[in-house]
């Protein structure tokens, strides 16, 4: 009795995962039922696949990502990258898709299989980048590239902007993933700390050097090494540092031995490097070691489409912060009516004072309070005339036990800030934010 081949569809219904076939021009010809039944029950084939998966009319190269179709017919290789998919219902996942290029029997490229697979913790992961700006999924575009690499990366943007949360992307769909991710921010430490923590130390090395301790070049052995504020580093640093880039060994302060290490380096600043190097302040050569794959991170102002939904973000971190949520529209407008010099830490500061002002009820435009340089007195012009003579009255005399209103107006003359509003109640910062949490509870 002669076999029946099984047929091309029961094998694609046989893979661990959704599967479709995609020809040249983004036509879906083949899919097995995890993707039909994950996309669009019975009607993917002969739709496009930037339609269904991205909702979009344009292919997703248009949208500022990696477009794993042209990737696979511009180099005839299998390739991975990390996409945002929605399901048939609208629901965003994130996923990693493995292309392949499907290949007759004449030689030639005919389709692209695409096998996906979901991640599970999209959860943490897309807190990691949040935002569908194009500036935005342009610098992910450079991350899907650069990530699965053992090349050092130099992150370059304003303070702010989130650089340590692109460092921790990047590590996080790197080889060395399951290694340690470990921070050291040289704008923090003075020559002789960074010396210590970076390289660690023998015991006796220097007074108070009691016992041997190992640097964060050792703890980030098999992992990655975030070096934030770079810039900072001290000359005769660099040249420590380099040597360690160059060689994969290190000596600790007052050693003699090299120790081997196997660490990617991902490192950061605010600061003109170029400018530095002419300056002398910066070597050349180390430049160069570290800026392999340089990465400009946009500021908000550049992005403000992504306002909303970091807004969202960061409201659902703080405590109890969902029931803030939906904000109004006109509390957005006026959040999108900034241009945020302090970039995405400003935002989520002005988040944090709006939920303080609004004390559980919802947020309104006159609970988000905007430092602007030409307006010292931030919120002067949005506290009532007899509100603002109560808080001058509580400049001159304290009372023995403050109640709701007097905390709240404090707050507002302060623009939020805790420790300006209990210098002007004449409290503590600690008792002042036992009134916070009795407010709040």
């Known amino acids: ?53 991205h909702h979009s009319d344009v292919p997703c190269s248009q949208n500022g990502e990696i477009c794993p179709l042209e990737e696979v017919f511009a180099k005839r290789e299998t390739t991975e990258v990390m996409h945002i998919h929605y399901d048939k219902n609208g629901k965003q996942e994130y996923v990693q898709l493995k292309a392949m290029p499907i290949i007759d029997d004449d030689g030639e490229l005919r389709y692209m299989g695409e096998l996906i697979h979901p991640v599970d913790n999209y959860e943490e992961t897309g807190a990691l980048l949040v935002g569908r700006s194009r500036s935005m999924l342009r610098m992910i575009s450079l991350l899907q590239r ?13 303070s702010g902007v989130g650089k340590e949360c692109v460092a921790q992307y990047i590590h996080q ?10 921070v050291i921010d040289c704008g923090n430490l003075g020559e002789n700390l960074i010396e210590s923590e970076l390289f660690g130390y023998e015991k006796g090395a220097f007074t108070g050097a009691n016992v041997r301790k190992p640097g964060l070049f050792e703890a980030a052995n098999g992992g990655s090494l975030f070096i934030d504020e770079i810039g ?7 040249t420590k540092l380099l040597r360690v880039l160059e060689t994969g060994t290190l000596r600790r302060v007052g050693g003699t031995d090299y120790i081997k290490v196997n660490v990617r380096i991902i490192a950061a600043t605010h600061r003109k490097l170029k400018k530095m190097i002419e300056e002398g302040s910066f070597r050349q050569d180390l430049y160069y070691r570290l800026a392999a794959f340089p990465i400009n991170i946009p500021s908000l102002r550049e992005r403000k489409d992504d306002i909303f ?48 002002l609004a004390a559980g009820s919802m947020i309104t435009p006159e609970h988000i309070v905007i430092e602007r340089d030409e307006e010292p007195d931030m919120v002067q012009e949005d506290v009532p005339p007899e509100e603002s003579l109560e808080v001058e009255k509580l400049l001159v005399r304290r009372r023995s ?31 002042f934010y036992r009134y916070i949490q009795r407010i709040k509870s």
Do not use: W
């Open 173 to 182: 769909y790197s080889p060395h993933a399951k290694g340690p991710f470990v």
């Open 309 to 356: 939904l970091l807004a969202q973000h960061f409201l659902s971190q703080f405590e109890d912060g969902h029931q803030y949520l939906p904000l109004s529209a006109e509390v957005i407008e006026k959040l999108m009516d900034y241009d945020y010099p302090g970039n995405v830490r400003e935002l989520r500061n002005i988040l944090e004072r709006a939920v303080i």
């Open 401 to 431: 036990r403050l109640n709701t209103d007097q905390v709240l107006q404090a707050l507002r003359k302060a623009g939020g800030h805790r420790k300006k509003a209990a210098q002007l109640l004449g409290v503590s910062e600690r008792t």
């Open 1 to 53: 009795m002669k076999l029946k081949k099984p047929t091309c569809e029961q094998i694609m219904d046989l893979l661990p995962g959704p599967f479709v076939v995609i020809a040249p021009d983004y036509t879906i010809v083949g899919a097995n039922l995890q993707y039909t039944e994950l996309y669009g029950e019975n009607d993917v084939i002969g739709q496009k696949c930037h339609k269904i998966s």
């Open 146 to 158: 650069v990530a699965p690499t053992k090349s050092n990366v130099l992150l370059l943007g304003e």
């Open 232 to 238: 900072e580093l001290p000359l005769s640093l660099q």
